[in-house]
């Protein structure tokens, strides 16, 4: 363990070549497959994707929190550094909730229907340390419920998840894995389930927290206006693995995979009422069935015959990358 | 709280007037008890004395009347056999009984929750195989016939426990135990065993079914994710909410161990209210019959009772609604 705090590293977590397989009767499939991530801290990125592109297995993945018949197969997890995949069950226990934390998206099923908030907020504490005074950690507990803006959080300890709003449960939810001051919060579509007020509140209050706090942030979601309010930088996922990245302006506003731009296209503007959505045609293919090549061909407008070759993701810019044969051009007008 | 508990009161006491009157009506409508009773050189007048004696003369509604008339001051009649209060002969073989259902369903939890949570955490492995194996048997082996082999095994051809009777009894609170004596203890262990069996591979079953379901969910992966131990989320997590059904399951079958001991009573001579029950509704003991229902309608409400209260300290999300909260 010595050697890892000596090699600690300018990222938070950084992600290499992971893999993440689900063991079947015809073999193992790859729900995630060599995706490379790295957020330093205080930073905020957006894992964005369709639903089974792989985002929240990779959030698990992070967390060492995948059931069987799924596991991590290839690749390292480096938090601060240290490689998850190398350390002892007990080590990642360790880390979990106190280094890194993790929120779900039904902020109705996360927290346990029986079990009061103070009894489920104190866990998240003496999990980490055994010894703390009571009134210590459940003052602590008390002021994590305050800072996410919950009214009488005095009082609030000992209520029940049954009776809070399911925007509550969520703000309980996110001062559980603030905690214990983690250095990297995974984020997995928490405001899916809310309202569009409650889920404006919500980034907003994230983005402040993280901020004042150095933590590093990242946030899976589906939806792109989303990550255009809180996050600097993107990864666009498709099909297991990373199509694009890149500072979120950029991807914004010149997506260079033909997937991305297809989900930018898909946000509803407010130019134009009454005109049809766009939509990317066809459907997310199965992890046992995934495409030759490029995984997006078969959905994509530009596709050439060399599509079918496998295509690694490439440097176009300082910042950008792309898993893509023939990138949009730059600047070139879309629609 | 006082208003929930007195409409439950008031419900009890109509299910028991209900009760009484179809099972009086019966009764009346099955035979005539005094031909069962009397002997078969009685002359007619003989048995003509004998039912104006017992009052079967009159209208069944008549009867009836001065049936609820006693009932309601307590006395449900002399026992047509034994001519002794009905009441008091039920309440001499309760003990035993209750002993008996108490100690199967101890042993059901006792054996059942471990054995459930074992197969829940791990399914696929051989020992939680073994243990599904043995609920299936424990579900499909008839009880008497468990209970035969038992004492062919134990009694006869081991000969280390006895194979009926309750054995030495001590008096706590006035009532007679064996549960407190060793000779008493080897003398439950069997019918409590044989009528535990069922039990435990119920609870097994919706123990294990309880824990998978709960291993599943999101808040178990969020208490993971917290960095909370496996032990704590094991045994608070998930068996507190496992425990919900549970209780529903094992409060309704607690009246069945009472209403049912009656064939591990008769395999193992254990002398309570089966036994009892069984020659009254062959004699047509009218008053015995009626007063062993009413204990047992009594008996059911109030373990419906304790489980709906047992559930608002498990479940917060249940509230006793008694209209003053």
């Keep these: 363990m010595t050697t890892n705090m000596t090699s600690r590293s300018d990222y938070a977590l950084e992600l290499r070549g992971l893999e993440t397989v689900f063991d079947g009767d015809k073999g193992a499939v790859a729900a995630v497959r060599n995706v490379n991530l790295a957020i330093k801290p205080g930073e905020i990125v957006g894992l964005v994707g369709e639903s089974g592109s792989g985002k929240s297995v990779t959030g698990l993945s992070i967390m060492g929190l995948i059931d069987r018949p799924g596991r991590v197969s290839k690749g390292e997890i480096l938090l601060n550094g240290e490689d998850l995949r190398k350390v002892s069950a007990k080590r990642l226990r360790s880390l979990r909730g106190d280094r890194m934390a993790m929120i779900f998206q039904d902020p109705m099923m996360t927290l346990n229907p029986v079990l009061r908030i103070d009894t489920q907020m104190i866990e998240a504490i003496t999990a980490h340390d055994p010894r703390i005074d009571k009134t210590v950690a459940r003052n602590r507990c008390r002021d994590a419920l305050g800072m996410v803006g919950i009214p009488d959080p005095e009082e609030r300890l000992y209520a029940y998840p049954h009776q809070f709003s399911g925007g509550m449960r969520q703000r309980v939810a996110i001062a559980i894995a603030m905690l214990n001051n983690p250095d990297l919060i995974i984020a997995d579509e928490p405001t899916t389930a809310l309202d569009v007020t409650i889920q404006a509140q919500i980034i907003a209050e994230m983005q402040k927290l993280c901020k004042e706090r150095g933590t590093a942030l990242i946030w899976i979601t589906h939806d792109l206006t989303v990550v255009a309010e809180l996050t600097q930088r993107v990864y666009v996922m498709y099909a297991g693995s990373v199509v694009e990245e890149g500072p979120l302006d950029d991807v914004l506003d010149n997506p260079l995979h033909p997937y991305t731009q297809g989900l930018i296209r898909s946000i509803p503007a407010d130019n134009d009422p009454g005109s049809r959505l766009f939509q990317i045609p066809g459907m997310t293919p199965p992890i046992d069935r995934m495409p030759k090549g490029c995984r997006f061909h078969p959905r994509c407008p530009y596709v050439q015959l060399d599509c079918l070759n496998d295509i690694e993701l490439t440097q176009t810019s300082a910042a950008r990358s792309v898993r893509c044969a023939h990138p949009i051009n730059q600047g070139e007008q879309v629609s | ?325």
């Design chain 2, 1 to 325: 709280m006082t208003a929930y508990l007195l409409r439950r009161g008031g419900q009890t006491l109509l299910t028991l007037l209900v009760m009484s009157i179809l099972v009086f009506v019966g009764v009346y409508l099955v035979g005539n008890p005094v031909d069962v009773m009397i002997s078969a050189t009685a002359t007619p007048q003989e048995r003509a004395e004998l039912i104006v004696r017992m009052g079967l003369d009159q209208p069944v509604w008549v009867q009836y009347w001065h049936f609820l008339k006693g009932a309601l001051s307590g006395d449900l009649g002399n026992s047509f056999l034994y001519n002794r209060p009905a009441l008091g002969l039920i309440f001499e073989r309760m003990p035993a009984t209750l002993e008996l259902a108490f100690s199967a369903l101890f042993l059901g939890l006792v054996f059942g929750i471990p054995l459930g949570v074992i197969a829940g955490l791990r399914p696929s492995k051989p020992e939680s195989r073994g243990i599904m194996a043995f609920s299936i048997l424990g579900f499909s082996l008839p009880t008497f016939w468990v209970g035969l082999m038992m004492i062919l095994l134990f009694a006869v051809k081991l000969d280390i426990l006895p194979a009926s009777g309750r054995g030495e009894t001590v008096n706590v609170l006035g009532v007679p135990l064996s549960i407190f004596t060793t000779d008493g203890l080897s003398h439950i262990f069997l019918p409590a065993l044989n009528l535990a069996l069922f039990k435990i591979s119920l609870v097994i079953r919706l123990t294990r079914a309880g824990v998978s379901e709960a291993l599943q969910s999101e808040y178990v992966r969020f208490a993971r994710a917290k960095g909370v131990s496996e032990w704590r989320i094991v045994f608070l997590h998930v068996l507190k909410n496992t425990l919900i059904p549970l209780i529903t399951v094992v409060g309704l079958e607690l009246g069945a161990l009472i209403a049912f001991a009656v064939v591990t009573e008769t395999i193992f001579s254990w002398p309570g209210m089966g036994k009892l029950i069984i020659d009254a509704i062959t004699t047509l003991d009218r008053p015995v019959i009626l007063a062993y229902l009413m204990i047992t309608v009594l008996m059911f409400t109030v373990i419906n009772l304790i489980v709906d209260l047992t559930y608002t300290l498990v479940d917060p999300r249940v509230k006793i609604d008694g209209g003053s909260e």
